[in-house]
Structures are given as structure tokens and as C-alpha cells.
């Protein structure tokens, strides 16, 4: 999304950032490449894929739990900012 938003800008006679400042989320591989670099937020998909099969596996079997899960959970996993040339 924030690669197409530059794409817009720049076919509009604008540039990225002294006109708009852009930011992605995600911080996709074309982020770096892209012109301007795009800055980004970066997930730590490793540990979300971590947090992900313990609670799958939590779930699949209750009979290994310490105690019973009954309402929905919060995962807070600390996001990094990635400042490029795009902000």
C-alpha cells in the first residue's frame, strides 16, 4: 500500500518525503529497494509464528494446560521502526 501511495504521488508531480512523508508496515524486502527507501515498521514474524502454535497447541490439548482458556487473549510483541528515506 505505501509503495503504491509513492507511486501516486510521484505520477502526481509530488515527492516523497519533502511533500508527503509515507510509511509502510510490514517492511516488505522491495521497502529497501524501492525509491525513496520506504520507512517501515518491522514484525518480528519469527516470534508471531512462535506465539501462534504455542496457543495452537494450547488448544489442541487442553489436557496439557495449566489452566483452561475461556476468553480471548492478548499477544503484545514489541514492533521495530525501520527509518528509511520516505519519512
Known amino acids: 500500500m505505501?509503495?503504491?501511495a509513492?507511486?501516486?504521488a510521484k505520477a502526481a508531480n509530488f515527492r516523497v518525503p519533502q511533500d508527503f512523508s509515507i510509511m509502510g508496515f510490514d517492511d516488505i524486502p522491495e521497502s529497501a529497494f524501492y525509491h525513496p527507501?520506504?520507512?517501515t515498521i518491522r514484525q518480528g514474524?519469527?516470534?508471531l509464528g512462535q506465539v501462534a502454535?504455542?496457543?495452537?497447541?494450547?488448544?489442541?490439548?487442553?489436557d496439557q494446560r495449566d489452566e483452561p482458556i475461556t476468553t480471548a487473549q492478548t499477544v503484545?510483541?514489541?514492533?521495530?521502526l525501520v527509518i528509511r528515506e520516505s519519512t
Open 45 to 47: 514474524l519469527y516470534e
Open 37 to 39: 527507501p520506504l520507512t
Open 6 to 8: 509513492i507511486k501516486t
Open 53 to 62: 502454535v504455542q496457543t495452537f497447541m494450547k488448544l489442541r490439548h487442553p
Open 76 to 80: 503484545m510483541l514489541q514492533p521495530q
Open 2 to 4: 505505501a509503495i503504491g
